[in-house]
Structure formats: C-alpha cells, structure tokens
C-alpha cells in the first residue's frame, strides 16, 4: 500500500507541476541523444580502431646473405622477443612476389617472368603488434637487428590516425559524463520545485512521526519518471538512426577498412545504457535534491 501511494503520489507531482516535468524530460531528452551518438561512436570507433590496427603490419625485409634457415631463425626469435609484438609471420620470396602481381591485377602478370633464381624481391617478416600505438617504436627496435634491409609500417600517417581515433573515443566518454551531470542537475530542479509545493505536507508527515525514507520516496519515484520519459525519444533516434545509416552506408564507412559495428545487438546495448543511465541519472537527481532539503530541516 505504501508503495502504491508513493507512486501516486509522484504522478501528482509530475502533473502539478506539468511544465516544468515537460520542460525537464525534454532537456534530459537531449542531454541522452547526445549521450546516444558518442555511445554509438565510440563503439564504432572502436571497431574502427581495431579493423585498422588488424589491417597494419610492419613488413621486415630481409638482406640475401641471410635468407637461410639459421640467420632466418636467429633474426625470427629477436623480433618475437620485442615487446609488444604479437605475430611474426614469414614471406618468402616467391611469397613477395606474388603480393606484387595480386597489386597490379591483369598488369602484373608481366613479372611472372621473375619467378624463380630471378626474382629481385627480398624475403620479409610480417610483423603484428600488440597495441597500433606502438608500431612506430616496434618498427624501430626491429631496424637495429642485424639482418634486416628495410623496416616498412605505412608511416607516421598511420600512428596519427590511430591517435586521432583514440582521442576522438576519449572526448566522447568525457561529454557522455559532462552530459549526464547536466541531466542530473536538471532533474534536481525539477524536484526541489515539487518539494517546495509540499513543504506543508512534509512538515505535518514529519509531526506525525514519518521517517525520512518514507517522506523521500515519492520524489525519487518522480526523478526516475522524469528520467525515463526523457530517455524514450533519444532511444527511439539513436537506435532507428543508427539502422537506416548501417543501411544506407551497407556498413562501411568511406572505405572498405573502416566498417561499421553491426547494429544487432549494438542498438539493443545502446538502448539498455540509456534507459540505465536514465534511471540512475533521475535517482541522483532526485535523491540528492530531497536529502538535502530534509538535512536542512531537521
């Protein structure tokens, strides 16, 4: 029964106080649509960040003198002791040779006649990292080996964009944070109006012996509310947007390296996150707002 009239009683707030509820729903509307797309971002980002790094090698040429199975072996296990490597793969000659004629297409057939005690490519290592932001250093350790002709990895364009992807990630957690303090202080508002209203009935629920629990109830109950009313519409645009752009873009963005995280269940878990932070975000509020005030006036 208690539970039933604390529920009634939120309601009544919400009505009494209908446009400022309106007024609070709507901004914390807007506060989780952005908190919706940096969700969403950021995983992409992620993915992206990840089909990059999985895409980049570092390609280790090998001098002719030590193309045999000894200094192959010698120059295989120093690469493999470097930290942060985390594959090292071997390409022979003819291996090299045939990447080049894949590079050409048709064209490339006219270096079938370097096949064999011909071929002027070297042997390499193929060599995967750990983390893409350490490449540039991996690269670097490795060019000291003895052995190696050439160290070869894409460039510093590569790490940059790497770096760019990563702080991108980063700013957006940081205004998923910013912007969920922004609801909570809104939500905080709306109920210090709706406490304000029944200063009376909370004096006279005091007199009679109600314990502060009790009395703080209803108005989280009506932060939750509030909170979930604003978190209906970034839900339906983030998760319906994010669908028809999957769709419309078949899932890669600009170029065939950069794909798109699938939206099932990706929109499920953006869906649950802000109907989470929703909630919590209208418990702070509304928690915070009501415990002050009843420590004042005590």
Known sequence: MNLIRHFKEAFMGLIRHGAMTVSSASAVAYALLFVGIFIIMSINIEQITFSVEESVQIHVKIFDTFNSEEPLGIIYTQISEIDGVLDVEYSSKDDELDKLIATYGEDGKIFESYRGTGNPLRAAYLVKTKEGSDIAVISQKIGYIIGIEKVSYGGTGTVQ??????????????????????????????????????????????????????????????????????????????????????????????????????????????????????????????????????????
């Open 161 to 298: 964009l790497m770096k760019m992807l990563d702080y991108i990630r980063t700013v957006g957690y940081i205004l998923v944070v910013g912007l969920s303090i922004v609801a909570v202080f809104l939500i905080s508002n709306t109920i210090k109006l709706s406490i304000s209203s029944r200063i009376k009935e909370i004096a006279i629920m005091r007199t009679v012996g109600a314990k502060n629990g009790f009395i703080r109830m209803p108005f989280v109950i009506e932060g939750i509310l509030i909170g979930i009313m604003g978190s209906i519409l970034p839900i339906i645009v983030a998760t319906v947007g994010y669908i028809y752009l999957y769709e419309a873009l078949g899932g890669v963005f600009l170029a065939q390296m950069f794909v798109l995280q699938s939206p099932y269940p990706l929109v499920y878990y953006t869906a649950g996150i802000l109907a989470g932070i929703a909630v919590v975000v209208g418990l702070i509020g509304s928690f915070v707002s009501v415990t002050r005030y009843l420590r004042w006036q005590r």
